[in-house]
């Protein structure tokens, strides 16, 4: 089998919106030997190249999948009434980064660990970020899209935000992130 050329891996990288880091981390290939590859400075061994092209081949692959069938089912959520201290706490406890602000089932927000520490950074020593409603520090709410979009769809919205809520008749019942997106990948070609 002939692999594709060697520049095809920083196209392929940057269309599927990932950094050099997240291709390392998925293909066990080093980021500094990627970055050497896309600089044209190193030609890889054909193992570490197979491994990376394998990758884009897999992800290929997926793009006939729908939002439906990799999206995560239990979506966490805060209120935009809740206090940034109680979004925090609820973002450590699940360990995520991010959380959608939904009002009665209406997608108004997101508030991420980016957004409270630059609010924390800007904000006036007399403030109190932790102690605000979440509703004056959240972010402009995640796209939204139904469980019948196409993987490729949803790759192409992740270049510009951090996660998608799938809704179903208006009501959300699943949310896909980078790092969801990575995983089910991963998991289904082990």
């Not at 197979?50 to 805060?78: C, P, Q, R």
């Not at 709410?141 to 469980?147: G, K, L, S, V």
């Not at 935000?161 to 995983?183: C, E, H, N, P, R």
């Amino acid at each position: 089998m002939m692999l594709p050329e060697l520049s095809e891996i920083k196209n392929q990288r940057k269309k599927l919106g990932l950094t050099q880091t997240e291709l390392a981390m998925e293909t066990k290939v080093s980021q500094s030997l990627i970055a050497k590859i896309e600089a044209n400075s190193i030609v890889p061994s054909y193992s570490n190249a197979k491994k990376l092209f394998d990758f884009f081949e897999i992800i290929k692959k997926k793009y006939e999948a729908k939002a439906g069938e990799f999206m995560t089912h239990k979506v966490l959520s805060v209120k935009s009434d809740s206090t940034v201290k109680s979004a925090i706490k609820t973002m450590e406890k699940y360990s995520v980064s991010q959380l959608p602000v939904i009002d009665e089932g209406k997608n108004l927000g997101m508030i991420s660990e980016r957004i409270v520490l630059e609010q924390i950074n800007n904000s006036e020593q007399d403030e109190n970020t932790l102690e605000k409603e979440v509703s004056a520090i959240m972010a402009e709410a995640m796209p939204q899209i139904t469980e019948s979009t196409p993987f490729d769809v949803v790759s192409a919205i992740m270049k510009h935000s951090s996660g998608v809520l799938v809704t179903k008749q208006g009501k959300v019942i699943g949310i896909i992130t980078k790092a969801d997106l990575l995983k089910s990948i991963v998991s289904k070609n082990k």
